[in-house]
Every structure is written in structure tokens, then in C-alpha cells.
């Protein structure tokens, strides 16, 4: 047995005694599983290391100290995050991808092909914490001729870089969606994406949920700080996600704290240069999701002007309940949760996620049904999973075109 095989025992059995004496016994479950085949792969993989075997040490010890920091969540400062938690993400992740390669290690000339795991997983640290900047252009007008729920790319256009020139006609809307505040997410970073938002002066600012993570539900005063920058906007508007339910009055105080209005299956009339359009903001939920969705509805039934019918802007938080909207009841509906698949082809331009593909919920940019438009964006933050991979986090100015009605 190797020095490393045996100190990677030793400390993986010190950290599941550690969370059993806590009275953390899921945890220890969850966490035994996890450090078992990470560790499996990591010590089939320290041979070929050579010299450089210390680099798996420290990243191993890493990894078992942000480990058995998660049982005691709240936030840390960013030296921690830089220094422990980052690397100990990458490198769980680095092995997990390292999975499919192992039968690799009989041919001893292939072992170079690991280097591809880590070079991914630390190209997934930049996709994680350096959100692609993008105008994103949704022209509603453009024609679907598919059935059901589908994806849509020919509505959308997408150019680097914030905001610019308005297109004419175009309604402007920050989305901001899933920031979870926590080990990826400071309250500083939230701060500045949120500020730039604000300086893009656009028509409304939108959140779509999923604010905090475990490790911010103990710090009331960090989204506070965080969501600061929107009280310069006269215009923002949100809805809650699944973990908004969690830590629910730290959630209302704080976009209360910063005038944003939620919109808990509730709406709101608001003058834009389209002129009155109507926001809807439903409600995350579990269970009976197609009825609590179509009874929401039905009591904010869409709103007339002398002009005819107003536009109606639908804040979703999960993607996935857009098919229980009835037809014709969300002209354009805003959702994130998925966060842009997090695994997938994205940063090459194609459109596969590891979501996509097991489930049948969208999982990012354009979806049609019918008359309805869906957008899901790639989200702020993250949350579970350690690392994104091949799905870059976003922060987008969308420019929405208007279909005829």
C-alpha cells in the first residue's frame, strides 16, 4: 500500500468519524460514497504522477478539509475559497470526469490522456467564476413549426459584450438568476454584477430566484449588502426558486431592503417603452405543479389596454414547469434553476448538456410551444455539483423583439 493510498484512507476515516460525532449522519452517507470513489480514481491515477505525486497530497488534504467544512456552512473569506475550497472542487471533479478513462491505465502510453480531465475541470473553475458576458437579441415574431415544448435557436442572436447600441423597437431586461450566494458567489462579486446591471440602465431588471446556498443562511445581512446596487433601479421585479424556500424571511427582507418587488403568484402592471405590459411571477412548488400554476392564472387573467392586449412577462423559476403554463398565457417566460445544464458542449457552441440529456426539462437559451417563448439562462452562480463544465455562467443584456398579436 502507497504512503498516498494510506494517508487518503486515514484522513477520509478521520472525516466520516468526524461527521458521525457531529450527529451528521446523512451527511457521512452522502460524503463516504463521494470521498470513496474520488478517492478510488485518485489513488489509481498518483502512479503515473511520478515526482509530482506532492501535488495529489495537497490537493487531497484540500479536498478533505472543505469536506468536513460544508457540515459547518456559512461564509468564508475569499482566501479560504481561493485556497481550499476552489482547488478541493476541482479536484473532485477532476477525478469524477477521470472515470471513463480508467481502463486507459493498461495501456501505459495512453496515461497522457488524463491530463484532459484536469485540464477540463480547470477550465470549469473559469466557466464557474467568470460569467460570458453576451447581448443576447430574442425576436418573438420568428416562426416555430415544432410541436410540444422544443428548442428554438432561430428567434435567438447572441453578441459579446453588454448592452451598446439599443436595437429599435427592443425592450431591455436584465436577467439575473441562481447567484447562490456562497463559496462561488461573494457578496462583492453578486455586488458588481448586479451594479453593472444597473449602469445598463435597462427597461426592467428581473430575478428569477435562488439566492443564497446553505453557507449564506446564516449571514441575513450578506444579501442585504449583495442585492445593495438595485435600489438605483426603479424597475425590478422577482420570483423565488426552491432554495429561496429555505431561508424565506432572509429572502423577503432582503429584496424588500432593496425595493425589488416579489411577485409570489402575484403580478404587477408596469409602463415600459412598449408601453403597459404585465408581469407575473409564480411561485416554486413541488408537487401539484400544472394545478397550483393554471389556478395562478386564472386569477391575474391578462390585462387589456385601449390598445388591445398587454404583453405578458412570466417569471418561472424552474424551466421545467413552462409546459404547465396553458397555451397562449406566457408570451415570454423567464426561468433559470438549470444552470445552463452546468455539463454540456455550450462553450463549443453546440448545444448538448448532461441535463438536456437525461431529463426532459429545457435546459438553456430559446424554447417554443405554440404562441409561448421561453428563455432559460445559463444562470449567475451554481450550486451542487462542485464546478460547471463546458457551460460558461452568463450575465446577458436580453433584447426582446415583439411578436405580433
Known amino acids: 500500500m502507497s504512503a498516498f ?25 452522502f460524503f463516504a460514497v463521494l470521498y470513496g470513489i474520488h478517492t478510488a480514481v485518485a489513488i489509481s491515477l498518483a502512479p503515473l504522477l511520478g515526482p509530482l505525486e506532492p501535488i495529489f497530497w495537497v490537493l487531497q488534504a ?13 461564509l468564508r473569506p475569499p482566501a479560504y475559497h481561493v485556497l481550499v475550497a476552489w482547488p478541493g472542487s476541482l479536484f473532485i471533479v477532476a477525478t469524477f470526469l477521470s472515470l471513463p478513462l480508467l481502463p ?58 453588454l448592452g451598446g447600441e ?52 446564516n449571514h441575513p445581512d450578506a444579501l442585504h449588502d449583495a442585492l445593495g446596487p438595485l435600489k438605483a433601479h426603479p424597475r425590478v421585479y422577482a420570483c423565488l426558486g426552491n432554495h429561496d424556500h429555505e431561508a424565506l424571511p432572509i429572502v423577503r427582507s432582503a429584496l424588500a431592503s432593496a425595493g ?24 416554486f412548488t413541488w408537487r401539484e405543479r400544472a ?3 393554471r389556478a395562478a392564472l386564472a386569477s391575474m387573467p391578462r390585462r387589456h389596454t385601449e390598445a388591445g392586449p398587454m404583453f405578458r412577462l412570466v417569471l418561472l423559476h424552474d424551466p421545467g414547469m413552462f409546459r404547465d403554463i396553458p397555451e397562449g398565457d406566457g408570451d415570454l417566460v423567464l426561468s ?11 462553450a463549443l457552441g453546440l448545444d448538448w448538456t448532461f441535463v438536456g440529456a437525461v431529463s426532459s ?22 450550486y451542487g455539483f462542485p464546478l460547471r463544465v463546458g457551460v460558461p455562467a452568463e450575465e446577458s443584456m436580453l433584447e426582446i423583439l415583439p411578436a405580433e398579436r
Do not use: C
Open 260 to 283: 425589488v418587488v416579489l411577485l409570489v403568484d402575484a403580478e404587477a402592471v408596469v409602463e415600459t417603452p412598449w408601453g403597459t405590459i404585465q408581469v407575473v411571477g409564480l411561485d
Open 104 to 161: 486507459l491505465l493498461w495501456w501505459e502510453q495512453l496515461a497522457p490522456a488524463f491530463t484532459l480531465p484536469f485540464a477540463l475541470a480547470t477550465a470549469g473553475l473559469w466557466w464557474s467564476v467568470v460569467p460570458r458576458k453576451e447581448t443576447v437579441r430574442l425576436d418573438l415574431g420568428v416562426a416555430t413549426t415544432g410541436e410540444g415544448v422544443h428548442r428554438h435557436n432561430a428567434m435567438i442572436q447572441r453578441r459579446r459584450g
Open 291 to 293: 394545478e397550483r400554476v
Open 5 to 29: 493510498t494510506l494517508a487518503s484512507l486515514i484522513g477520509g476515516a478521520l472525516l466520516i468519524v468526524g461527521l458521525l460525532a457531529r450527529g451528521a449522519g446523512r451527511f457521512a452517507v
Open 336 to 346: 433559470g434553476h438549470t444552470h445552463g445544464g452546468q455539463v454540456g458542449l455550450v
Open 361 to 382: 426539462v429545457p435546459d438553456h437559451g430559446p424554447w417554443a410551444r405554440g404562441p409561448d417563448r421561453l428563455y432559460v439562462h445559463r444562470t449567475t452562480g451554481h
Open 62 to 74: 484540500l479536498t478533505i478539509l472543505n469536506l468536513a467544512t460544508l457540515r459547518s456552512p456559512r
Open 166 to 217: 439599443r436595437t429599435q423597437g427592443a425592450l431591455r431586461i436584465v436577467q439575473i438568476t441562481d447567484p447562490h450566494l456562497g463559496p462561488f458567489m461573494s457578496v462583492g462579486r453578486l455586488a458588481a454584477i448586479l451594479q453593472r446591471a444597473v449602469d445598463q440602465d435597462p427597461d426592467l431588471i428581473v430575478l428569477t430566484g435562488d439566492l443564497l446556498t446553505v453557507a449564506s443562511q
